[in-house]
């Protein structure tokens, strides 16, 4: 009971890291994560604009044609305003700023030509200029002017006459300027309302938003688009609020900042003029009635173009007539403010029911947070869909997702830790049946139950090509070998054989291997540390005075090079690939488990179809009848002409046994043959 406790109590730490995780991931990142998702969601159902009351009127590539460069002289600009005057409309609205004088002014045109007579000049400046006349159309139209707030240059905004009352409590956040820029005194002081042109994109350059209001010189001015709709809905005064902005009796939700949040459609062309053919004779003359124009410019190399979450690129004119037609008619997005609460509470619920749930045995009780899961994209989509609210779904599905994940990360480490335990309990009943049923067979299981399956080997990585195999004397000794990955490209290996015989050596091999493998995977620095490390160890743990020969390699499977230590084992053979085999010297030390020694490291480079083989003297010192031994020549007769790891091995054991001739073997026969494939 204790026990399972703890293993639960280790599961749970593991979610609630997992959880903490995700919490800090959710709070760092979470306006990036899921703009991507919000925009996708209006790209699927972007807005229906088929029924604006809204129409837009653009400076492009035809009308610079049509008429010259921009900046246009005031007297096409004046002819413009007219033409869209006649149609009657609601207000008119110029998406830029005219804060200089008209640059074919009578003054400036009699200067170019200085060859006229005093009498002509005279008469020249003498005409009225063209800003004045523009002026005298603007006062004669319901006509909205730009302006723009500034942190430098610009005007004293304290100057200028604010044409909208605006009343409450203004957003906590309101952006706010010191200075302005506005139009010349002839424009300015006609227009029947005044819009601010500022906005600015979000972080990742994305326009979503559109602001309704800003402070200039201490004193809230109201942006373009709800100027525009002010004088569209007759009204007097703006009155701010928690949370919103009304004119009249429509109410918009704003953030902080006093921006809209924008649920963006496809604006219709049929709403969309070009300055050009108003200019021209012919055009409708009811085309603008009662609805509200909005003027801007469209022409190539114009810098008024944005990104919206609909294009990549798209007419900031466009984006104000969008604005606009949803403070008119509805059609705006809404993050409510206890979006964000519910989100992180949905997301510990969820957190909370796979840290209840998921460590205990009853399975069908997950369905419970599965299936919220499953239900709020649903939802979210829905809210989005049919209220036009912003949910996000991935806080929730983050905080829970990543919390299932720790849990079931712990709860995979202690599958581990318990069939480890299990293991050991085998290994434990496996020496009490020696008891009964033969010590020496016991020994055998449990030396074969150690090593890893030759099956594995063989695909431990398609850079080499490696195989091992290990027969037990009857007598039953202690050799051992392994084959570890340390990282993608580093593989280690071992041969070992330890002194003595039974369930002794058995369990001393089983210690070595554990160990050898547990000192290899911490990363030391070098092979002679590690050697160092495992020395000490096993001398620790050495309550029966025995010792091991082991011989530890580490290749680097995307060069080839190689780093050897020896511990009192038998030397290698270097087989190359023209088939010339030799013994590979190495300096070593002693065995493990009889002093302190340096064992130093012993690099060596394999190249391409180059092979390793480790024997232990289970092979090199094979009796058989006559008690001669097998001896290197042998082993180097049985290698030639063999070309893979496996045949290699194969090869040797069946030397071995031939020579031996029935003679029952005195020792465990190991070999392994590493092959370096590049």
């Not at 996708?40 to 972007?46: N, V």
């Not at 990549?312 to 206890?338: C, F, M, S």
């Not at 030396?447 to 007598?475: F, N, T």
Request: with cysteine; hydrophobic share 50%; charged share 20%.
């Amino acid at each position: 009971m204790k026990s399972a406790f703890k293993r639960h109590h280790r599961i749970w730490l593991a979610g609630v890291a997992g959880l903490l995780l995700a919490s800090l991931l959710s709070a760092w990142g979470g306006e990036a994560m899921r703009r991507p998702l919000f925009d996708l969601w209006q790209r699927t159902a972007p807005r229906d604009m088929s029924g604006t009351k809204v129409h837009v009127v653009l400076i492009d590539g035809d009308g610079l044609a049509a008429v010259g460069p921009w900046p246009w002289p005031r007297y096409h600009m004046a002819r413009l305003t007219e033409e869209i005057a006649a149609r009657h409309p609601k207000a008119i609205g110029f998406d830029m700023l005219f804060p200089e004088p008209d640059r074919v002014r009578p003054d400036i045109f009699a200067a170019l030509y200085p060859e006229l007579s005093l009498a002509a000049a005279a008469e020249v400046q003498a005409l009225p200029p063209m800003d004045r006349l523009w002026g005298q159309v603007i006062g004669r139209a319901p006509v909205v002017l730009g302006r723009a707030g500034v942190a430098a240059g610009g005007s004293d905004p304290g100057q200028l006459f604010v044409d909208a009352e605006v009343k409450g409590a203004l957003p906590p956040a309101l952006p706010a300027e010191p200075r302005v820029i506005a139009n010349i005194p002839d424009l300015e002081q006609a227009a029947l309302g005044h819009g601010l042109l500022n906005g600015r994109p979000d972080s990742d350059g994305v326009v979503r938003r559109v602001p309704t209001l800003m402070k200039v010189g201490g004193r809230p001015m109201p942006g373009l688009s709800l100027e525009l709709a002010r004088i569209g809905l007759d009204a007097t005064a703006i009155t701010a609020g928690p949370g919103s902005i009304a004119i009249g009796e429509r109410r918009v939700p704003v953030d902080d900042e006093g921006r809209l949040l924008l649920h963006f459609g496809h604006f219709p062309p049929e709403a969309i003029s070009s300055a050009a053919d108003v200019l021209r004779q012919g055009f409708p003359a009811d085309a603008f009635a009662g609805q509200i124009v909005l003027v801007g410019l469209a022409a190539e190399g114009t810098a008024d173009i944005v990104a919206t979450p609909l294009a990549a690129e798209y007419y900031g004119p466009l984006v104000q007539a969008q604005a606009l037609d949803a403070i008119l008619r509805g059609g705006w997005l809404e993050r409510p403010r206890w979006a964000a609460p519910a989100e992180w509470s949905l997301g510990l619920l969820l957190a909370l029911l796979v840290l209840l749930l998921a460590p205990g045995r009853r399975r069908l009780w997950l369905l419970a947070p599965a299936m919220i899961a499953v239900t709020v994209p649903a939802g979210a989509w829905f809210a989005f869909a049919g209220l036009s609210w912003l949910i996000d779904p991935l806080r929730p599905l983050l905080l829970g997702g990543v919390t299932a994940a720790g849990v079931a990360g712990g709860m995979f480490v202690e599958a581990r830790r318990e069939r480890e335990r299990l293991r050991e309990t085998l290994v434990r009943e496996r020496i009490a049946a020696a008891a009964t049923e033969g010590e020496l067979q016991a020994a055998r299981t449990i030396q074969l139950g150690m090593l890893p399956p030759r099956a594995d080997l063989a695909r431990i990585d398609p850079r080499i090509d490696v195989d091992a195999l290990l027969e037990p004397a009857r007598s039953i000794g202690g050799d051992l070998y392994d084959v570890i990955r340390l990282d993608a490209d580093r593989i280690a290996f071992l041969v070992g054989d330890v002194t003595g015989k039974g369930v002794p050596a058995a369990l001393f091999m089983a210690l070595s291997k554990a160990l050898a493998k547990s000192v290899v995977l911490r990363g030391t620095p070098s092979l002679a540390d590690a050697a160092f490390i495992l020395n000490e160890e096993l001398m620790r743990d050495n309550s029966e005075s025995m010792n091991v020969t082991m011989l530890v390699g580490i290749l680097d499977a995307s060069t080839g090079d190689l780093v050897l230590m020896s511990a009192g084992h038998e030397d290698p053979l270097h087989v190359r690939t023209d088939g010339t085999i030799a013994i590979h010297k190495l300096d070593g030390g002693p065995p493990f488990c009889i002093v302190d020694f340096p064992y130093p490291d012993e690099p060596m480079k394999l190249a391409p179809g180059e092979t390793l083989v480790l024997i232990s003297d289970g092979v090199s010192e094979a009796l058989n009848g006559a008690d001669a031994l097998f001896g290197h020549e042998r082993l180097l007769a049985a290698l030639e002409g063999r070309n893979s790891a496996t045949a290699m091995i194969e090869s040797v054991r069946d030397a071995v046994r031939a020579f031996e001739d029935g003679t029952d073997p005195t020792d465990d026969l190991t070999v392994m043959a590493v092959r370096y494939l590049g």
